[in-house]
């Protein structure tokens, strides 16, 4: 089982795009189908971004999009917009940890 | 519309104990596993506890196992987490959330605050 780790930090400028990853620490995050991205404001609660690696929930922008390869899963978001610049987290059905200890996306 | 909504935090004295509840609103609530999943101040996201759609079945993590237990009353739509022998890294923001299946999360209460110092 894998733990799972992200970068930090991650920024772009308005409308650039930008990808966090999510790592496993063995080679198993290659076989995980059930990955999901949170988002979460300030004060409020994570809010669902992506399941089952790259299908976004009703309502969720068509900037925001999720893949997988090799030993890493991503989150991108296109054309980045100042009400993106939040903490992401991945999270993993089956790693050691489900979630991944969060990315802070800032928005120059 | 989906709506959870947590309350029973505050503060306790470490060994303490703290009753949280999540009152469920918006969607069948007998349909769903539930969960608690914790932040830490300036941390991230720990998953806590899940229990089964009839409360039969209850996952916790390690550090909890023992001090803390999840139940529910699906004749309320409410999720309980009763917690004992609180610990100083205790201390979070203890969101419940609904579980779609292979823990994944789709919606989020606004979280509620347990503080335990001394």
């Known amino acids: 089982q894998s733990a799972l780790t992200q970068p930090p930090s991650a920024s772009g400028s308005p409308g650039q795009s930008v990808t966090i990853s999510c790592t496993g620490t063995s080679s198993d995050i290659a076989n995980y189908k059930y990955v999901s991205w949170y988002q979460q404001h300030p004060g409020k609660g994570p809010k669902l971004m992506i399941y089952?690696?790259?299908k976004r929930p009703s309502g969720v922008p068509d900037r925001f999009s999720g893949s997988k390869s090799g030993n890493a899963v991503s989150l991108t978001v296109s054309g980045l917009q100042a009400e993106d610049e939040a903490d992401y987290y991945c999270?993993?059905?089956?790693?050691?940890?489900?979630f991944g200890g969060g990315t802070k996306l800032t928005v120059l | 519309e989906v709506h959870l909504v947590e309350s029973g935090g505050g503060l306790v004295q470490p060994g303490g104990s703290l009753r949280l509840a999540c009152a469920a609103s918006g969607f069948p609530f007998t349909n769903y596993w539930m969960n608690w999943v914790r932040q830490a101040p300036g941390k991230g996201l720990e998953w806590v506890a899940n229990?089964?759609?009839?409360?039969?079945?209850?996952n916790l993590l390690d550090s909890v196992r023992g001090r803390f237990t999840i139940s529910r009353d699906n004749a309320k739509n409410s999720l309980f987490l009763q917690m004992s022998s609180l610990r100083v890294e205790d201390t979070a923001v203890y969101y419940c959330?609904?579980?779609?299946?292979?823990?994944?999360?789709?919606?989020w209460g606004q979280g509620a605050l347990v503080t335990v110092s001394s």
């Open positions: 229990i089964n759609i009839d409360g039969s079945e209850k």
């Open positions: 089952e690696v790259n």
């Open positions: 999270a993993a059905f089956g790693a050691s940890q489900l």
């Open positions: 959330a609904r579980n779609i299946g292979f823990e994944t999360f789709d919606y």
